[in-house]
């Protein structure tokens, strides 16, 4: 009798259902994608160019070189024949468990050391179209740092997140902004919860809202704590939890502290998506099978190394399929991507009402301090109760909420917003295409503002970002561990403010000194 | 060239004729079993079932999820909104529309509108712009963040200082660099909430003692060293860690720092301070509880502070030998990949340390102060006062609790009660169902500046004796 059952129900159910859902979900999606409110999806055009056998070859053989190096060396440091510069443990704390004992380590001594001369470059004043770099000399393979008193002045910046060029320390905003150091003071001394909430924060998060058309929006101090506090509010050990392969660190961490089950899709990988939110239903949880309480995806609006934008209009389209929640880490697309700047909602023409949670910072193009989660009421709301952020720490310093409050009216009422985007647009466009035609592997998307190009041998970036410095252009190379180990890169980061000779200049140097350090991988290909 | 290749596979085979016949049969079989290893099926067990695609899209059909976060009434009915604070915070502040005595903010120095920061801010905004555009290895370090570090550094006698652009990072970015799975930390039950989740995200055994109970913390410790004798090899890779607070948010009292440094060097275990609320408090210049105990800052393996309170500006810093610092600048999360301090406030940081070096009179006043406090708000009836004598932060407490919800009542029933006579005071802000130990008692955070007067102590003294009937 059950067998009958079991037959006729699993069938009944099986077709109908297949049938039902298949064709109903796809006429549905394929009809929401064209519905008047969303523009047709534009082309997404998006660049991984695999390495080089050549270069996995011999970028290995440089690792194993620098390896050799590192334990010859540290043999040497142990047995006192060469001389430590390294910061060595206390002698009192012998029978001590070692402190240090991972790869990361050895990493650090023996290959990080080297081109530490290439980061935290030191500036001596606001950062914006140009860089003034305080000179630093090094030896001893970079352990011994000296200032030399001078001053690099008028560096092109190629490096730092000042998409739209706000940072210059001139104008009304500065006046603005002081102001409000003068009306509310620097400090706050006080969580949101106590007696931290200004008003100045209820009315920059009044901008937020309007600015991105949601219902409302909160703030906190830090952009990177912003995730890290948020996520646990939203999910917990019963939820899943489906992020991009390449999310940042603050979010690998907010998941980690949620306690929820993480499973990482390829990264912008549409069909693995589904898969794993086909699955993931599916399967419930492990080992008990109960079903998940909540699924959220976690994705960027376009990622820091990898400079591809995130398929939105694809995760959009699964999300609504799943009925799963999404959220979207737009750092590095707000002010940066779309006609209005609005970010990578705007850029794909969606509402940024089918996104659940927008987060955001105002360290980046605004720039200052702090980030911000924008969505409906019921979140914020649930937000402003439970985040630990608002309960524990600071609330945000008064000007630098001003900041951000200028730097939102101007993009949202003046030209000025319009003009900066389509520059910045025009200078993506054009930096990639000169880079393309000369042969290196530049990664990501054509529109989106951070530009990587690839290097893959850790020696060659020393010498590409030294090369590159004495041509007057100031670029930020990153290798492990922020990149895989023989992912080594030089990301460019583009801004509205460079102007057309500018891109040209730099274009040259770069393909000089790519020339001379042998980067043009494609070259003649 | 071809000769001492033709001669290497001749010796070769010569040798296969030599070797004795067991070595041959034992290598043959061998090679059998690698290439029947290289080509056979891998053999998965399977803990599922694999479905079909229909079933699949039967069960996506059938599952519904939970909404994202409660319906909006709910969070609303149950949350308190948050006080609208007007203008400048200081020594008063105006709360919900009344000017009051500030006795809620952590401003101890009375450092919150001082016109000397604010000038040199000022000038730092006009120089740096507001912010500094990337993480500190990304072109934001900027000069004023490597003098900060320098500054600090020199003040608290340490080799190397740290700075994060957050103060609730600080700590919570700094255990997880250094304690990974598998090693042990002994925590205070009673740390705060950033050094929780610092401990959360280490992935450590985690081994909480009592609150600042230096006997039962020793017990742990001994019950550890016996676990250990019996794997002393894998003992020896545990590092293990104390961490406690120099000035405890959660309850006013000081750790028993000379006792915490016995127990390192007795039972091997490293010692970390969180010294938020104690730098710029305790000690005779204000350089924290190693100061304040006399003892050498070296005997700490890191301290953490916060700029965020004594000093009025923003962020936080870890200070201690190079060896263990330098260490962060690859691993702190909150470092690495975080944009850095704004410059404005890195400054507004650096003045604030240069007005309290000036003025060592300042921490001797404020610990006057926190103790008259004490005194004149010890012996009211229902109320317990808990802290450190000398602390300018302590907590108040219903002396017979009832429950979590109405101890909690009872208090914000004190504070509306101080509210509407002009006091402003706080209740000591807690995630109940977040923190480790959702057993800890509401209270009532009382924060003396030393900017309040003694008239002004006397004041607010009768005022939250009064609210209390």
Known sequence: MTVVTKNGVSNGVSNGVSNGVSNGVSNGVSNGKHSPHVRPVRAFQETFEPMPLSASIFASVNYMFLGLFGVIRDFLRTNKIEKVFTASEDPEMKGFAPLYDDFLSFYHRNAFMRIIECLTRPLARAPGAVLHIVEREFSNAGWVCKYTGKILKNVVNLGSYNYLGISENKGKSTKVVIEAAKKYGVGICSPRREVGNLDIHSELEQVVAEYLDVEASISFGMGFATNVMTIPSLVDKDCLVLGDEHNHASIATGCKLSNATIRRFKHNNMEDLEKKLCDGIAYGQPRTHRPWKKILIVVEGVYSMEGSITNLAGIVALKKKYKAYLYIDEAHSMGALGKRARGVTDYFGIDAKEVDVIMGTFSKFFPGQGGFIAGSRAIIEHLRADSAIASYA?????????????????????????????????????????????????????????????????SKMLGFSREMLERGFAVVVAGYPATPVLGSRVRFCLSATLTDKQIQDALSAIIDVGDLVQMTYLKGK | MDQPHKWVLAEAIHSMYQAPLYHLILEVLLVIWILRLLFSKSYRIQDRVPLTKSEKEALVLDWTPEPLVPPLDKTLSEAVPYRAVNGQPGKNVEVDGRLCLNMASLNFLGLLGNLRIEKQATQSIKKYGVGSCGPRAFYGTVDVHVELEEKLAKFIKSERAIIYSYGFASIASAIPAYAKRGDIIFADEGVCFAIQKGLQASRSKIVYFKHNDMRDLEEKLKHQEQLDKKDSKKASVTRKFMVVEGLYMNSGQICDLPKLVELKYKYKVRLFVEESLSFGVLGEHGRGITEHFNIPIGKVDMISGSLEYALASSGGFCCGRAYVIDHQRLSGQGYVFSASLPPFLATAAMEALDIMHENADMLKELKYKGRKMQQLLNGIPGIELVGYPDSPAFHLRRKDPVSFKEDLQFLQDIVNKCSKNDLCLTIAGRLKDEELNSNWPPSIRVAVTVKISDEELERAANIIRDATV
């Open chain 1, 394 to 458: 600071t609330s945000m310093s008064a000007p630098v909420c001003q900041q951000a409050i200028s730097v939102f009216n101007m993009l949202s009422s003046t030209e000025e917003g319009k003009k900066k985007t389509k520059q910045l647009a025009k200078n993506c466009r054009m930096f990639r295409q000169g880079l393309k035609k000369a042969g290196f592997i530049v990664y990501g998307n054509d529109d989106s503002p951070i530009v990587p190009v690839m290097i893959f041998y850790p």
